[in-house]
């Protein structure tokens, strides 16, 4: 079963910068699509930003501009610069590998990684 394993997030002023990582493993990481979610207090889940095995990127109208999704399939792991952050932005930030149907992105793993703290400071 694919395991995720987030990291990179911390406490950082409205202006700023971090850069998250996922390390994935599985055989199948580079013919997977990738999506970073992000999941605030009291907030339903959200995909922030997704990318094919073909590095082709998608991105929440929320982070456009601001965010950058990539990924390394040598190291089965994908990223997300995050810059110009804002307090909204304070949210667990989690990946999975995900489908498109229909217009839209699924992920398709129910084995969620423990996600990855992000706090944006007014």
């Known amino acids: 079963q694919v395991q995720f394993v987030e990291s990179g997030g911390g406490l950082v002023q409205t202006g700023g910068s971090l850069r998250l990582s996922c390390a994935a493993s599985?055989?199948?990481?580079?013919?997977?699509?990738m999506g970073w979610y992000r999941q605030a207090p009291g907030k339903q889940r959200e995909l922030v930003a997704a990318?094919?095995?073909?590095?082709?990127?998608n991105y929440a109208d929320s982070v456009k501009g601001r965010f950058t999704i990539s990924r390394d399939n040598a190291k089965n792991t994908v990223y997300l610069q995050m810059n110009s952050l804002k307090p909204e932005d304070t949210a667990v930030y989690y990946c999975?590998?995900?489908?498109?149907?229909?217009?839209?992105?699924?992920?398709?793993?129910?084995?969620w990684g423990q996600g990855t703290q992000v706090t944006v400071s007014s």
């Open positions: 999975n590998a995900v489908k498109y149907y229909s217009g839209s992105y699924y992920y398709t793993s129910d084995n």
């Open positions: 599985g055989s199948t990481f580079s013919i997977n699509a």
């Open positions: 990318i094919s095995s073909g590095a082709k990127t």
